[in-house]
């Protein structure tokens, strides 16, 4: 029976860290390569090359009874860029442009660019939709707030194609907001989602973490305005943030309704806004839309109706937008204000969502071919779609702003950049931006694993735990690794923040200690590097040889080692014969005379048992204590005397002669 086996030893001999300063912008991450817009429209980049494409949304459709329009979309790729699902706020669409099972009667509503998708951070199947709910009449002067809403989606469901988990739908997170939303990568595997109040200057931020989404915001009551009451013509407010999420940039209604636009730091650790500077006062504005360039330092500004701002537009005598650009790297909010350049005028007669693409270009919805009186041509009518709409087609197109880095006319505002296919739209949205934790830290470790299997058996290499990702030097992308021989392997694998390469050095070997006996002295079938001898399961001192020799009875093993694999025998059940003793003994008997005619005489200080046997093993007589032994009535022959002790232990078997 073995006692121990122990078939493992793994030894950490370097473990370095590396702390990431920066993260991989949302922007540039394959998640963010399909774009779903809400009239049939979208957008794909193969290669960062844009490519139109379509989806299932539409701007007008009716739910149960209840016309709707929606001016939202949201979408997500996979890390391949492989597209996985999308949404205006109202309905779940798969990648196969089908709704999900349970994807409809999410609430939905009609503030712009407030929708956005966010990992579930403890399960990489699972994400969280984001969008705010409500429609807020802006030319009825009402007064109603938005409701901050979010659904879940578990990819792993309805085959692999996703749907919305039950009991997860329209999870009430806040009211009273504005409707600007936007989501930033903290400092801490986590992401903030940063909206604002509607009636007053709180910035209320939510942090979506490993534990899930934190029902509590980190507030910050800051900067000059406050929607407040929606009053004709006013607008819910917008945001941007930038890529390197240290600045916040908002447009809102500030002191009685004067429209401005002003700038904030972001801390990203701490979730705090601070530091306001109002760079632009507006004298007119309907509804905005900002966006940071690349390198953070220029803000662009789509402006629906821009009044005095628009040469072409002086008194709003038509419903049109304009584009503007700020240079925020300068030091004052003055020096930004007179830094404000005009790029376009007369854009579209909508509000344009402007999104940054994976190419590094900024996109927006800009213009239109064909009529752009307002006859047939924008929209399908409710309840219709391509094959049932029959009005004039038209032609949507995007525009872009081909270097957002360069300050000026340089940075090349293109109206007609990609025409989308006829009879879809972009209006007024781009699809809300996926964003998901930061890389926080890298860490490499290297194993060095001597794996105790006889050769050509398997062994199985393990991830590490609480890994989503692995991919092996082989290719594949298990947890584990199945290897039967001597080599190094290595594992990439980590979650949405951290990383790390696993290198296993194994090396296949074979120790098995197996006991054997000569005599009194114990020693192994097979040579080993070291040894420690036990004797009834307790550490024998001192005995650490290749053999053992026992001086009494018991139950012994031997713990060996060769390399760093290492065996204990099974237990060895050894009687101690006393060898060297009953020698001993047997020297101190002596036989006399030898050849003998009548008597023959035993002599020792103990007492001895004599058994005499003729030639052919027929036993003669016995005698104990036998001292002086008669051969009177024996034939003359050769006769064995068989001489034991008192305890039967034989000591010796002497040739005996006798003669006349």
Sequence with gaps: MQLMKRCLCALLLLCLVTKSRGQQPAWTLKENSHWKFYQYGGLHFDNNNPEPDTSAMRFQYTSGATPVSTINAASVADADGN???????????DKEHHLMPAGTGLSGGNAMDAALIVPVIANPQQYYIFYMCGSIDFLGATTNAYELRYTLVDMSLNNGLGDVVAGQKNLLLEDNLSGAMKAVPGTDCNVWLITHDLYNTEFKVFEIN???????????????????????????????????????????????????????????????????????????????????????????????NPGGMSPANPNNQHVESSLFQYNTALGSGMAIKNSRVLLSDSISSYNNVMRLGPDGKIYLPASYGGDTSGVDGYFYPPASGPGSY??????????????????????????????????????????????????????????????????????????????????????????????????????????????????????????????????????????????????????????????YTITQGGQYQVAVAKGRCNDTSGIFDAAWSGIEDLNAKARLVSIFPNPAKNIVHIRAPFAIKVMIA???????????????????????????????DKEGRLLKVEKLVKAD
């Design 83 to 93: 597209l996985l699902f999308y949404t205006d706020a109202y309905n779940v669409w």
């Design 390 to 547: 029959f009005g004039a087609p038209f032609q949507a197109y995007l525009g872009c702003i081909q270097h957002p880095n360069i300050a000026g006319a340089g940075c090349s505002f293109n109206r007609k950049a990609v025409a989308l296919p006829a009879y879809s739209s972009g209006t007024e949205t781009m699809g809300g931006i996926f964003v998901k934790p930061a890389i926080t830290d890298t860490v490499y470790a290297r194993h060095d694993t001597m794996v105790c299997k006889p050769a050509g058996d398997a062994f199985v290499l393990q991830g590490p735990a609480g890994a989503y990702h692995f991919l092996w030097d082989d290719g594949s992308t298990g947890d584990q690794r199945t290897v039967s021989a001597s080599g190094t392997y290595y594992v990439r694998n980590g979650n949405y923040c951290h990383y790390r390469v696993d290198t296993f050095a194994v090396v296949i070997g074979n120790p098995e200690a197996v006991i054997m006996r000569t005599d009194n002295t114990l020693s192994t079938t097979q040579p080993f590097d070291t040894y420690q001898w036990y004797r009834n399961a307790n550490e024998v001192p001192g005995a650490t040889n290749s053999t």
């Design 614 to 644: 003729g030639i052919d093993g027929r036993i003669i007589s016995k005698e104990d204590d036998a001292k002086d032994i008669s051969l009177r009535g024996m034939d003359n022959g050769i006769y064995f005397l068989r001489l034991s």
């Design 210 to 304: 490993n534990a899930g989404v934190n029902t509590t915001p980190v507030s910050s009551t800051v900067g000059n305005g406050a929607v407040g009451f929606m009053g004709p013509l006013s607008f819910g407010g917008n945001m941007a943030i930038s890529h390197s999420g240290t600045k916040l940039a908002f447009g809102q209604n500030g002191g009685e309704l004067v429209p401005i636009v002003e700038l904030f730091d972001f801390n990203r650790s701490t979730a705090a806004i601070t530091n306001p500077v109002v760079i632009d006062t507006l004298s007119f504005a309907f509804g905005m839309s900002l966006c940071f360039s690349p390198d953070n330092q220029k803000l662009y500004l789509s402006l629906l």
